[in-house]
């Protein structure tokens, strides 16, 4: 099923589906990253994020997941492994939620090429200059998934100028059992998903 077509920069416009779908997320399978999405099924969306980070639910769509710690027996003891999920009451949601920062659509490109790389951080990744047009196509493709409706959050002001995912990030809050950690959650009247990545050194 087509769920729309993106403005690609080298030729004609690159249709939503599943097949590119799997090859645009494929460029987190390099690294400690979590791509998955949920439905939303409440209008307090911590509830369908913290289910996605349990594993509980399936791509609305059915679309590819990426799960590094898939089958791992830390997620046998804790199927949120390695989140940290959100509280449910009032004053620890409140607390996690204020660890996520409101991004708007024009930066979310950025971040999704950021996720992808080495170390989380472009200006150190060897292969950027080279393989950036490929996850800039990448990075589009995913963005064309979010309705125009969607909100994005990130757990980071970025690098440099404020939201500049270009430059070398210098802090989070981590929502991960480690130290540093960087992702984009994204909420739509439809779904919730998480594109997380972990330094777990």
Known sequence: MDYGTMPDA???PTPLDTYSWWSAVEMYDRRYTFVAAGPRSRDDWLHDVASVMRRETADPRAWRTVDPDEGEEETEDDPAHPFVVPPVDEAGAAEWRGRLTEIPRSAVGRLLVL???LDLDVSRDP???AQRAEMEKHARVILTRFSGGARF???TRGGGASLDFSQQISSCSPIS????DLGLLWVS????GLIWSFDPR
Do not use: I
Not at 177 to 180: D, E, I, L, T
Not at 189 to 192: F, R
């Open 189 to 192: 009247d439809e779904e919730v």
């Open 177 to 180: 059992r480690y130290a540093w």
């Open 153 to 155: 959050f990130t757990n």
């Open 127 to 129: 292969r950027f200059p």
């Open 115 to 117: 996720l992808a790389t």
């Open 10 to 12: 080298n030729g004609p």
